[in-house]
């Protein structure tokens, strides 16, 4: 008792006494859980046992903060406690709303969730049913606004009443791990609520931490439970395949895809970080030239990941690998990379891009409601260069390159390349578009046909390249 007075006083005198580690460890095993080497009156993290028991206070009409990216580390012991409990009238905030039968998702269907805030509706049809048929209100949030010329991140800062966090690992202190890119959004969101409720896979002694490996300290946790059974579904499982002795004939769509990922592929460049949108620009990665090294940043928390094969999740929630040399991080964290600048490339699709760059990618009013994501900040950051990939027209013929843009703006004059499946167009904020490259067998009189404004065409005009 005398020894342990001593440590709670005088913790620095440790290393004058020569403890061996193993005393060491075992004196601390002796501390009753809970209990600190501090004078503070701050209370430990309470542990539970049943989910339900943990969330049962939540009352109607409180705002729940939800971590997770996708699928990708929710907490789903306490979303299906939630369920039990019937609580109504929920402000949910997330990155999305999972699917339509897992995650928040379930929470939607019971018209538990009142209002939603995110950045992203992804595939929930539900979601996107609730908010067009007026049931659902729902706050998306973009990430942007204008000073002194420039576009910076200004946005109300986002707190809550509880948070529903899902994590790898607590200790008894109540300190926090995560998982490689579960961390995701559940690390800013364990700071943001007046009380933090965590549902870990694995509860372990005070001490087996190494203190700078700690994620979240216990200051930030109230509640912790330990949950089990845990399906942790993946939207999106992409594996290598076995190469097919007789490839199946590509269709027309294939072709033009095709055409223009391997055309994407060559804006990559020795030693630039990228970040790749879903689709398109993400398979154009699968053709980077193998003398270069491209270190690619996902917006979820991957930097140095090989996409499209197997293992990790990355932002377009499919499965990829990670290289050597790769880093985890917060979605928060990806956001500081993604703002400051430090992204050379970023590559994207489109609705809609007009000729003096300004583009249209996350929404058709009445119709369909994907949600800007990360896309705001991505074109907003100062020294990224942005590339639009895409179709060249839409449905029916419909412009898609125009004079003005007639959808919702991701960004205003941040397009710096365009490259459709029959052209090239150099975007110049001030004064519009010049054609490039052509497709073989095209002239420019062709592109004019079916493109929505007027364009100038490079004197060096040559046929569309391919990696």
């Not at 709670?8 to 061996?20: E, F, M, Q, T």
Request: aromatic share 6%; with cysteine.
């Amino acid at each position: 008792v005398a020894l342990l007075t001593l440590l709670d006083l005088h913790l620095w005198l440790l290393d004058g006494l020569n403890l061996h580690s193993l005393l060491l460890k075992d004196l601390l095993s002796r501390i009753p859980c809970g209990c600190y080497f501090s004078t503070s009156s701050q209370r430990s993290s309470d542990f539970y046992t049943d989910p339900t028991e943990a969330v049962k206070d939540i009352p109607d009409g409180a705002t729940i903060l939800v971590g997770g990216f996708g699928l990708c580390g929710i907490p789903e012991n306490l979303i299906n406690s939630l369920l039990k409990t019937g609580v109504k009238g929920l402000t949910a905030v997330s990155n999305n709303a999972g699917v339509d039968n897992f995650g928040l998702g379930l929470l939607l269907q019971t018209k538990q969730i009142k209002r939603m805030i995110s950045s992203y509706v992804g595939e929930n049809v539900e979601f996107e049913r609730q908010y067009l048929s007026g049931e659902l209100e729902v706050e998306l949030t973009p990430q942007v606004q204008e000073f002194n010329g420039r576009q910076y991140i200004m946005e109300k800062a986002i707190t809550g009443d509880f948070a529903l966090i899902k994590a790898w690992k607590a200790d008894r202190a109540g300190n926090i791990v995560f998982r490689k890119t579960a961390r995701n959004f559940n690390q800013p969101m364990c700071k943001a609520a007046k009380t933090t409720i965590v549902e870990v896979e694995e509860v372990v002694d005070v001490g087996t931490f190494a203190a700078e490996d700690i994620h979240i300290p216990s200051i930030y946790v109230q509640r912790v439970f330990q949950g089990d059974s845990y399906e942790k579904r993946i939207e999106k499982r992409t594996v290598k395949k076995v190469q097919e002795q007789q490839p199946k004939p590509k269709k027309d769509s294939d072709i033009v895809r095709e055409r223009i990922i391997r055309r994407a592929a060559l804006e990559f460049e020795d030693g630039m970080y990228a970040n790749l949108g879903i689709g398109i620009p993400m398979l154009a990665s699968n053709f980077i030239k193998p003398d270069i090294t491209v270190h690619l940043q996902s917006e979820n928390g991957i930097l140095g990941l090989i996409p499209i094969l197997w293992s990790e999740l990355c932002v377009g929630k499919e499965t990829v690998t990670v290289l050597p040399g790769a880093a985890y991080f917060s979605s928060d964290e990806s956001f500081a990379m993604i703002r400051g600048g430090h992204i050379n490339l970023t590559m994207l699709g489109a609705m809609q891009v007009s000729k003096y760059g300004d583009l249209a990618n996350w929404m058709i009013p009445g119709k369909m409601v994907k949600g800007m994501g990360g896309a705001m900040d991505l074109v907003a950051s100062a020294g990224t260069k942005v590339v639009v990939t895409m179709e060249h027209s839409a449905k029916g013929g419909k412009h898609k390159i125009l004079d003005k843009c007639s959808l919702p703006l991701t960004g205003k004059q941040c397009v710096d390349r365009i490259i459709t499946e029959k052209a090239v167009f150099d975007v110049d904020k001030t004064k519009g578009l010049t054609l490039i490259e052509v497709w073989e067998g095209l002239t420019p009189d062709d592109i004019k046909a079916c493109t929505g404004t007027h364009f100038e065409v490079s004197p060096k005009l040559r046929p569309m390249q391919q990696i």
